[in-house]
């Protein structure tokens, strides 16, 4: 771990809960992540951004040890990466859903409990705090089949939550779903950032880049700005992320 990649708190070094030091992928002859670092620190609430294509699913899937880089080092609560006892620790959203289709979303929940280690009340409680997040609790006996694509992504977040894990990486969390449900699932974020979650997500959507605490802009490889979203509009005299993403990397972001 470098010098840099800790903070003092209270007089107490503390390392960053995800610590990227010099990430490389390539998919053939294709370089992905072209030397990336980066360090997220407890409570931090980092949102990803770029052009579909950039690298950002890639970049996530390298943190939850899901990918592996060909070279470079992640660690996430001190630990490197990948390790299978780290699946109790986050919780991961992917943008495409990973559920069990012929089983109820009740089975879904209790074949994830038993994974992160939940039984018993416990587990019957974080379920029913997990789905309540996500208006689903009427729909717990309903194969997944039978969900729409909005409510398989509910059921995906609900799934993510459901330890109340110390990390939550969330690939496009908020896709297809409705604006009053998008509110209600970024104000219980909040509150889950303010109890000390780190979480880490990629969005497209501005108003939701907005309400990070620092956000990393991914282009040809590249992390090309880390910064509030008040510093990087402030850097580029723009008065939206969206222009200002635009000033420092040369494109859009959709
Ligand atoms: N398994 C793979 N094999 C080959 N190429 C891949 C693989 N996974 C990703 N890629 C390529 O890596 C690049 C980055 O993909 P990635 O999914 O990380 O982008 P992204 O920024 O998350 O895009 P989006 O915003 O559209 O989700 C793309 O060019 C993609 O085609």
Redesign the pocket.
């Known amino acids: 771990m470098t010098a840099s990649s800790l903070i003092e708190t209270a007089g107490v070094r503390t390392p960053p809960v995800i610590d990227i030091v010099e990430i490389t992928r390539r ?2 002859n ?1 370089t ?1 992540l072209d030397g990336i670092s980066l360090n997220v620190e407890q409570g931090e609430l980092f949102g990803l951004l ?12 390298i943190m939850t040890g899901i990918d592996r880089a060909d070279s470079g080092t992640v660690r996430m609560l001190g630990e490197p990466m990948p390790q299978l006892r780290m699946l109790q620790r986050f919780g991961y959203m992917a ?1 495409s859903d990973a559920l069990y289709s012929e089983l109820t979303a009740k089975q879904n929940l209790l074949f994830f409990a038993s994974l992160y280690g939940l039984s018993g009340a416990q587990r019957k409680k974080r379920i029913e705090a997990s789905m309540s997040v996500v208006d689903l609790l009427d729909h717990l006996d309903k194969p997944v089949s039978a969900y729409s694509g909005g409510m398989k992504r509910r059921l995906s977040l609900a799934i993510a939550l459901l330890h109340e894990p110390a990390v939550l990486v969330l ?2 969390p908020t896709v297809g779903i409705d604006p009053v449900l998008r509110q209600s699932i970024w104000a219980e974020l909040l509150e889950m950032r303010s109890r000390g979650t780190t979480i880490i997500l ?1 969005t ?1 959507v501005m108003d939701e880049a907005d309400k990070c605490d620092r956000l990393g802009l ?1 282009r040809d490889g590249k992390l090309t700005a880390v910064d509030s979203p008040e510093a990087l509009k402030a850097r580029t005299g723009r008065s939206t992320i969206e222009d200002a993403f635009i000033v420092l990397g040369g494109g859009g972001l959709a």
């Open positions: 998919f053939g294709h992905v770029g052009p579909s294509g950039s690298g950002k699913t890639t970049l996530i899937k943008q690939d496009e990629t497209h991914i």
